[in-house]
């Protein structure tokens, strides 16, 4: 199996050397070549086994991995990087919730972290290479990625924020890692910090000092995991109801939704994938007129959202001849903050579900979908455990949310972190102060 860039069906790299790639040369995103043919109904036994969702993945994962030097450790990343749960909760007759907050940063994120950090754990020592992992992060990537690299000999991970646009308990889960973890709060925006590791990425002098990789979104290790839970809940649904359920997506840099498009493609029981955006609305306008205009991101409730210029969206229109087939499967929606408000009140009086300000895009669309066709079933997808966003949550459910263990943990640790201005001079600055102390 070869993965080619967005840009050149004719740039074919293997599943390890996209990984170490990150972005094509020609500034596109790896892409798998064609999607393989699966047995579905072997897998669907599979699905239904107890305690099978490590193995269900190697052998979803099987065939993109073919040819590639990771192949034989597939078992053992799928073991060790999904180990925690993900419960599919039945909401009401047509709706149920999939809850992907179960990992040690009580984000969806945890998922495709910790595969990417296992696959990269297997190269570095197959080929003795010292790692520095670039990610920018608007909230909930900067501490999946620090928890799955950390104490991992190998790598040095830097994490770049957006300084006072993230919750304080997201900023904690950045900042209280120290050891090879460093945290650099930028002066800007999201998309500021997006931009600064794309340059970094491409910089000739900072490629001559370190091996630079990405473990943003846009690494083919984070979303080829995350087609899993997709696929292993859309047959799990059918197998409970005899319908076969779309998904609502809470959506920023469009990683998340765009696996579940690469899990409906893949051949499992999905029907349409609707995008819940926030009050950033490139996508939503995108479907309304078919002119793709970026624009610079938005403070809003739901912030690891808060994205203007999703870095997958060149996947996802590649992924369709034109908008009309990409409507054939997609939608999306733009829900405000005051609806997102009224969603989490709602979610705990409808459901007694404490929703996350991510998760209350899904739950407010889900209220719009429902009311237009009652008899499709929905599966909210739910990105990220409420306790991180007490501050906007506690206050409209008037009640104090129980912290996971593993997240009080990482919340009593002190903080520590580089502040810089929005530019990629100051960052590179910034790195060759650190170099000097670590030589
Ligand atoms: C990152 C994130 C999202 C958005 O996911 P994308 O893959 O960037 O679309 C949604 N909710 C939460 C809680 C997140 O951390």
Not at 33 to 54: C, G, M
Not at 201 to 209: I, Y
Not at 321 to 336: D, H, P, R, T, Y
Request: glycine share 6%; aromatic share 10%; net charge positive.
């Amino acid at each position: 199996m070869k993965f080619v860039s967005t840009r050149n069906q004719n740039f074919a790299v293997t599943f390890s050397e996209a990984l170490k790639k990150g972005l094509a040369p020609d500034g596109g995103l790896f892409v798998p070549e064609k999607f393989p043919v699966l047995d579905i109904q072997s897998l669907e036994a599979l699905a239904l086994r107890e305690n099978s969702f490590a193995s269900f993945a190697a052998e979803v994962l099987r065939p993109f991995l073919a040819g590639d030097p990771l192949q034989e450790f597939l078992n053992d990343i799928c073991t060790s990087a999904l180990n925690f749960a993900i419960p599919l909760k039945k909401l009401e007759s047509h709706a149920a919730i999939l809850e992907l907050f179960h990992g040690p940063t009580g984000a969806f994120k945890d998922v495709g972290a910790r595969f990417l950090a296992a696959c990269m754990e297997r190269l570095s020592q197959a080929n003795k290479e010292k790692q520095t992992v670039l990610v920018a992060t608007s909230g909930d990537t900067g501490g999946a990625v620090a928890g799955a690299f950390f104490g991992k000999k190998d790598f040095e991970v830097f994490i770049l924020f957006p300084q006072g646009k993230i919750s304080a308990r997201q900023e904690k889960q950045l900042t209280c890692w120290g050891g090879n973890v460093r945290a650099f709060a930028v002066q800007g925006t999201f998309d500021d910090c997006q931009k600064i590791v794309k340059t970094a990425l491409r910089d000739e002098e900072l490629k001559a000092q370190r091996q630079f990789t990405s473990a943003n979104s846009i690494s083919i290790g984070r979303l080829l995991p995350q087609m899993i839970y997709y696929a292993h809940s859309s047959l799990r649904y059918r197998q409970q109801s005899g319908r076969v359920a779309g998904f609502i997506v809470p959506t920023g840099n469009l990683g998340n939704a765009l696996a579940a498009l690469w899990a409906k493609h893949l051949g499992f029981p999905i029907a349409k994938v609707v995008l819940a955006t926030n009050a950033n609305h490139a996508i939503v306008d995108y479907f309304a007129s078919g002119q793709w205009r970026p624009h610079s991101s938005m403070t809003t409730l739901a912030n690891a959202m808060d994205v203007g210029d999703p870095s997958n969206m060149e996947r996802l229109r590649h992924l369709y001849a034109n908008l009309e087939e990409m409507k054939k499967e997609v939608a999306a929606f733009s829900v405000g903050d005051e609806q997102i408000k009224d969603s989490i009140r709602k979610g705990r009086q409808r459901w007694n579900e404490t929703l996350c300000p991510h998760t209350a895009t899904a739950a407010f669309t889900y209220e719009q979908l429902s009311q237009q066709n009652p008899s499709q079933d929905w599966i909210l997808v739910a990105t990220a455990h409420p306790a991180k966003f007490e501050s906007v949550v506690e206050p409209l459910i008037q009640q104090t949310i129980p912290i996971p263990p593993e997240l009080a943990e990482l919340l009593s640790r002190p903080s520590q972190m580089v502040k810089i201005p929005a530019d990629f001079a100051a960052f590179k600055q910034a790195i060759r102060g650190l170099y000097s102390r670590i030589i």
